[in-house]
């Protein structure tokens, strides 16, 4: 494992000779570096080395780092409680984890009252396991639906989904590409407040697998930073 720079280097290398493989710009999928556990000075090393986007896990970590990381777009990519939003709504720039209306009701209540517009993610969970969070693909266009209907300071700008963990990314193919699919329906769905344009799937694990089956957005933490240490909140 190299450093932090050229392990960013190794993956933007990798997301572009995918992307080309099966005839998409690189640009067109964007790197966000998940920084659960990580210190501020290593969240700063990533960021000079080009990382616009970090995504974290825990409101508590974004409150912890937030003055401490140079500035950056930051992404809740973690389950979000709604008696939480009120900590991150002034900081964020996208939250992937939308999986209730409640919670979507809550945000947009927060952001509301700041005055702005919410870009959020609907969290789908394809293959139903119950170790995760977000809704059936069944549910996915009537939550959509709701949210529009209900929450006028959120905009929705697409879908994230976390597969299921293969030793061969090969064996979740068919998860990604459900979720892409979803993706396409409902991005054809015109509403001044749907304006699709991320497709989060992918970590470290299985990115190449799901950028190959369209994904726009890829959640990598430890092919960047190494094995994480979680004895320490910032470790």
């Given at each position: 494992?190299?450093?932090?720079?050229?392990?960013?280097?190794?993956?933007?290398?990798?997301?572009?000779?995918?992307?080309?493989?099966?005839g998409r710009n690189p640009e067109d999928v964007l790197l966000v570096a998940v920084t659960k556990?990580?210190?501020?000075?290593?969240?700063?090393?990533?960021?000079?080395?080009?990382?616009?986007?970090?995504?974290?896990?825990?409101?508590?970590?974004?409150?912890?780092?937030?003055?401490?990381?140079?500035?950056?777009?930051?992404?809740?990519?973690?389950?979000?409680?709604?008696?939480?939003?009120?900590?991150?709504?002034?900081?964020?720039?996208?939250?992937?984890?939308?999986?209730?209306?409640?919670?979507?009701?809550?945000?947009?209540?927060?952001?509301?009252?700041?005055?702005?517009?919410?870009?959020?993610?609907?969290?789908?969970?394809?293959?139903?396991?119950?170790?995760?969070?977000?809704?059936?693909?069944?549910?996915?266009?009537?939550?959509?639906?709701?949210?529009l209907s209900n929450c006028k300071n959120i905009r929705v700008r697409g879908l994230m989904s976390?597969?299921?963990?293969?030793?061969?990314?090969?064996?979740?193919?068919?998860?990604?590409?459900?979720?892409?699919?979803?993706?396409?329906?409902?991005?054809?769905?015109?509403?001044?407040?749907?304006?699709?344009?991320?497709?989060?799937?992918?970590?470290?694990?299985?990115?190449?697998?799901?950028?190959?089956?369209?994904?726009?957005?890829?959640?990598?933490?430890?092919?960047?930073?190494?094995?994480?240490?979680?004895?320490?909140?910032?470790?």
């Amino acid at each position: 494992m190299g450093n932090i720079k050229e392990n960013i280097a190794d993956i933007n290398e990798q997301k572009a000779n995918i992307a080309k493989k099966v005839g998409r710009n690189p640009e067109d999928v964007l790197l966000v570096a998940v920084t659960k556990t990580r210190t501020a000075e290593a969240i700063n090393e990533a960021i000079d080395a080009g990382i616009t986007d970090i995504g974290e896990n825990k409101v508590q970590e974004i409150q912890d780092k937030y003055d401490m990381v140079k500035p950056v777009h930051w992404h809740m990519i973690g389950h979000l409680q709604t008696n939480k939003v009120k900590y991150i709504i002034d900081k964020v720039s996208l939250i992937h984890s939308v999986d209730s209306l409640h919670l979507a009701e809550e945000i947009d209540r927060r952001a509301e009252a700041i005055g702005r517009t919410m870009d959020i993610l609907i969290q789908v969970n394809a293959a139903m396991e119950e170790s995760k969070f977000g809704i059936s693909t069944e549910e996915t266009g009537r939550m959509i639906e709701a949210v529009l209907s209900n929450c006028k300071n959120i905009r929705v700008r697409g879908l994230m989904s976390i597969a299921p963990y293969a030793e061969d990314p090969e064996d979740i193919r068919g998860y990604f590409r459900e979720v892409k699919e979803l993706y396409e329906k409902y991005a054809a769905f015109k509403h001044e407040r749907s304006d699709f344009k991320y497709l989060s799937m992918g970590m470290s694990n299985d990115f190449e697998v799901a950028i190959e089956e369209g994904s726009s957005l890829i959640r990598v933490g430890t092919a960047i930073f190494g094995e994480r240490n979680y004895h320490s909140i910032n470790g």
